[in-house]
């Protein structure tokens, strides 16, 4: 009886499931830029520890994290082809041609090899034991701890029969029994299981058995491919999922079979006709086959630009029937109802962003011929403004307001024309232009985003204006805004996110709000542009250029520092590219719609769930002088002699959900605290030394996920002197000789040893001469070889413009700095010192692009204390340590700046930065070996002692943010303006 009603009830399922809407899932392609030998997918499957393999036709299986598809390790005998996997608790068995392969505690190894496939008859699971049936044995795998070999048992075999149609096996050990009965043809399938329960059903082919034994639900599969004889069945199964997948290839659609509760509901259209589908978890689907291979999340749908959905998406809406409208710029309007379709009407309308549902009517902006903001209705439209707005909303207190342009915002109580509208312009005090987004606070007062932020307050009839910062990379200048349910204001700035908490007590007569909001870094270094904001539950939706993100609220009030963010990057996790302004929509089915610059995407936000497996730091692998290293102890890499270049690849040891979502930061640092190496947000995992010096090093890694430390590993690096590089070597060698000269010279003959001694007394005096003169052709030959060097690399790369100017910039400091200390000079000018840090910046900018802002005098500033006279390098060494130690330790970018006064007495020189700090620098292993700073202050010291008024050097430390937070530094410099730089007051 229940077998009947489930049958029933999954043939109505599967009724809904095959006239269900159009749309496909969206997905994610991997190729040969992935490391794919070809296109086509010969398998695919999920093995009992969540290794991901893979079959692409190279000569070896692929394991595949997400990131990279390397070859399987630990298996010699690399298989060609696998035609199966069957997955048990603690190992997995892999059918490769005419062999078995196991797979356990992470090593491959051959069970049965070179058996004649026609011999082959069943291959199996049954309970917990593997079994492979053959005409005339049978091999057993228990897969217990104590057994670790495939055995021949023909002598538990307690009846064997062979026919042209029937064979029955009854086989046992002390802990199972079973008997199999199957099919050569289309007869009844008995399967006793453990518990004594019976299966009958009737099927055409022995494959079913295959299923019945992989599959724990078998009667609601076997029903479902009994009554559905029209699909062409293809499934996928794994020990961490609770999905099942069937699809049709006429079709093409996809039917997900939910184990958890025996459901069956629409997946949607499949990414290729032919192909089978593997699962990972319950949120990532593997489909391969001769289109090649996709992931796919089955919770995520996309709708691209095409023949029925319009291109420039500008809006989504839902009007009174449940429907879904897109409405775009110049090209009109589609809507979806179970498939999407294009409007008649309007083809050549230009719809403005920010449309608003609000009681089952949908209003819009349009701005071509009929330019006006309509209101939809009943089934028709009509005007109710002639203005045109680039966001519409409605709020408790003020009812309906529309951002307009020209410095205009306009308040309506109600959709009909009762009420004279409120028009506030620049006349009130609006500094907008074109308002992009508006909200509205608990005391009424509305705030709007756009070349700035306004507030109006209506209490006071009056808009108070908040220009924009000119090139500061924390000033409020954007597109959208949201308030969320605890009062918390959030901008979506050029600049990234922004947040006010409590806005309604925010005072604009004694606060700049340009002042007091707070940046959040989104995660994985997304700097772009946010161009919509939404809260859904408790999560804030976050639309960028680079992807969607999702700030859990939740988290977010618990830790402001580094909240929970989840991020689906365009490219990567969803199709697109680049989230439309204010184009977020959740419906009232509970779907998610986001709008990008290529098409819609919509999420079933119940079902939908984010990536919260975890991962181990993993080296994948380490070459050392272009061959494999092979580790001693974990941890350490002990360095051959004379083997200097190191390639280090690292990557994760699993990845479920498949998604290129995890980061990693990394530097290697040498025992003095110099770095080496350091990068952040890097994906490739490879670190490419081309030459470490002698020494002891650490390497330190981290993963990040959703801006959370997911995992770190620290590897020791030893790296031995050589032989020749061995100071005692030359030691033992010099003191060898000079005994050898010295036993011959006291072996020389007395007669000779008043001639001798003369000799040597001139040998010494012409020595001397020539060791000055040695050291001064040395002293030249340093500057001179490092420029001529320069010079080379630099003819060698004349087509490369942005080589060429690094190296001339590095060749004139060098060049420069030489000169001036083989004369022994320390002091210049302030204008050389200018020349050197302008240099030494043109480098950085070419090394980091755009990232940091460099903000120096200006050339009549600095004109204006060119002759002040300072220690070479005063001003240049704070430059590279805010940079090296301060801005490369922040996750955004950030900047430093120079600043020259003058009083009465003294010039004062003031370097600023807002980079995490010197503790927090510290705290992370970057404060480097501190050499620069030591020197300038042994010269201040130095020339100090024959100064009255003294040279001052001042560390302000966090100068930013507040105590917990608390970031940047600033150094003062004060220099009298009567100063010798001097070494003895008798001058």
């Known amino acids: 009886m229940i077998i009947r009603q489930l049958t029933l009830f999954l043939i109505m399922g599967l009724l809904v499931c095959f006239s269900a809407h159009a749309q496909r899932l969206s997905y994610k392609k991997y190729g040969k830029d992935d490391g794919l030998i070809q296109t086509e997918i010969g398998g695919a499957a999920i093995l009992h520890d969540s290794t991901i393999i893979i079959y692409d036709g190279s000569n070896t299986l692929k394991r595949f994290d997400g990131y990279k598809f390397r070859a399987l390790s630990g298996w010699n005998d690399a298989p060609t082809y696998t035609s199966g996997v069957f997955n048990f608790d603690a190992f997995n068995v892999l059918t490769s041609q005419e062999s078995f392969i196991l797979y356990r505690d992470g090593i491959f190894s051959t069970l049965l090899s070179r058996f004649k496939s026609n011999e082959l008859k069943f291959k199996g699971k049954v309970g917990n034991n593997f079994v492979a049936c053959f005409s005339d044995s049978i091999f057993v795998y228990y897969g217990a701890e104590n057994c670790s070999e495939f055995q021949m048992m023909p002598e538990v075999i307690k009846n064997y029969c062979l026919d042209e149609k029937v064979y029955y096996l009854n086989f046992s050990d002390d802990m199972h029994v079973v008997d199999l009965l199957f099919p050569d043809s289309s007869k009844n399938i008995t399967l006793h299981l453990k518990d004594g329960r019976t299966t009958t059903s009737e099927w055409p082919t022995r494959k079913i058995i295959t299923m019945m034994v992989n599959l724990d639900n078998e009667e609601a599969l076997l029903d479902l491919y009994r009554f559905q004889k029209k699909i ?22 996809g039917i997900l079979i939910e184990s958890k509760s025996d459901t069956v509901f629409a997946l949607g259209k499949l990414p290729e006709t032919l192909g089978s589908v593997t699962t990972t978890n319950d949120q990532t689907l593997l489909h391969y086959g001769h289109g090649g291979l996709y992931r796919i999340n089955p919770f995520i749908h996309y709708f691209p630009s095409g023949e029925h959905m319009v291109p420039a998406l500008h809006t989504i809406a839902e009007d009174e029937e449940g429907k879904i409208w897109f409405g ?73 307001v529309f951002g307009s342009l020209n410095y205009r915002l306009i308040i309506k109580k109600d959709l009909d024309n009762k009420h004279t509208p409120l028009i506030i312009d620049d006349k009130k005090g609006i500094g907008i232009t074109n308002i992009l987004d508006i909200e509205e606070d608990n005391n009424g007062r509305l705030w709007l985003i756009g070349k700035g932020v306004d507030i109006y307050d209506p209490k006071v009839d009056t808009v108070f204006h908040f220009a924009p910062r000119e090139n500061d990379n924390r000033t409020l ?87 929970v963010i989840y991020q689906l990057e365009y490219g990567e996790s969803l199709e697109g590219g680049g989230s439309e302004q204010n184009c977020l929509y959740f419906d009232s089915k509970r779907r998610l719609w986001i709008g990008s610059q290529e098409g819609a995407t919509m999420i079933d936000w119940d079902r939908f769930e984010f990536d919260k497996t975890t991962s181990k730091i993993m080296l994948e692998k380490v070459d050392i002088g272009d061959e494999p290293y092979q580790f001693e102890k974990e941890g350490f890499i002990n360095v051959p002699t004379k083997k200097r270049n190191l390639v280090i690849e690292f990557g994760l040891d699993k990845n479920l959900s498949l998604l290129k979502n995890v980061y990693f930061d990394y530097a290697l640092v040498s025992r003095k605290g110099d770095t080496i190496v350091q990068e952040q947000f890097d994906q490739d995992g490879v670190l490419d030394i081309k030459y470490l010096p002698p020494g002891k090093y650490q390497l330190h890694i981290k993963a990040n996920k959703h801006g959370q430390l997911m995992d770190e590993k620290n590897i020791t690096i030893s790296v031995p002197l050589s032989l020749e590089e061995n100071p005692w070597t030359w030691a033992s060698l010099t003191f060898s000789v000079l005994g050898l000269f010295t036993f011959i010279f006291f072996n020389k003959s007395k007669q000779q040893k008043s001639l001798h001694e003369k000799e040597l007394a001139l040998s010494k005096l012409s020595e001397e001469s020539s060791a000055l003169r040695v050291q001064s052709i040395i002293s030249s030959f340093n500057p001179h070889f490092i420029h001529n060097s320069l010079n080379w690399i630099q003819s060698k790369h004349m087509n490369d413009a942005d080589t060429v100017r690094m190296v001339d910039r590095l060749s004139k400091n060098i060049r420069y700095i030489f000169n001036h200390t083989r004369k022994g000079k320390a002091v210049h000018t302030f204008g050389e010192e200018m020349t050197l840090v302008k240099n030494y910046l043109e480098v950085q900018r070419l090394r980091y692009g755009d990232k940091y802002e460099f903000r120096l005098p200006s050339e009549v500033e600095i004109q204006r204390f060119a002759s002040v006279q300072m220690i070479i390098m005063q001003i240049q060494i704070h430059f590279e340590n805010a940079i090296e130690h301060g801005l490369r330790n922040n996750e955004g970018g950030g900047y430093v700046a120079l600043q020259v006064s003058e009083d009465e007495n003294n010039y004062q020189f003031t370097i600023e930065d807002n980079g995490v700090g010197r503790a927090k620098s510290k705290e992370l292993g970057s404060q480097g070996t501190q050499m620069g700073t030591e020197m300038l202050q042994e010269l201040h010291q130095l020339f100090n002692v024959v100064n009255s008024c003294k040279i001052s050097q001042e560390y302000e430390d966090d100068i930013f943010g507040e105590s917990e937070t608390s970031f940047g530094t600033r150094v003062k410099i004060v220099i009298p303006k009567e100063y010798k730089y001097e070494l003895s007051k008798s001058f």
Do not use: C
Request: hydrophobic residues 35%; glycine residues 8%.
């Open 232 to 253: 062409n069945s293809s499934y996928g199964s794994n020990p961490h999922a609770n999905m099942y997948i069937a699809h049709s290839d006429q079709a093409n659609k």
């Open 328 to 400: 775009s710029y110049g090209y009109g309007f589609s809507f979806f109802d179970k498939e999407v379709k294009k409007y008649d009407g309007w083809s050549n309308a230009r719809i403005l962003p920010g449309s608003l549902v609000k009681d089952n009517v949908m209003l819009f902006s349009e701005d071509a011929y009929n330019n006006g903001i309509y209101v939809w209705r009943e089934k028709k439209y009509e005007k109710i403004l002639k203005e045109t707005a680039f966001i519409i909303k409605f709020f408790p207190i003020n009812g309906y």
């Open 477 to 563: 200048a954007g597109i959208s805004l949201q308030m969320d349910d605890k009062g918390t204001l959030w901008f979506g700035t050029k600049n990234g996110l922004f947040y006010y908490q409590n806005a309604a007590q925010f005072d604009p007569e004694k606060e700049n709000i340009q002042n007091v909001a707070k940046h959040i870094a989104l995660p994985n270094y997304d700097q772009s542009i946010i161009t919509s904001l939404l809260q859904v539950d408790h999560f804030l939706v976050v639309g960028s250029q680079k992807g969607v993100s999702f700030l859990d609220l939740n988290s977010f009030y618990a830790n402001k520092i580094r909240p």
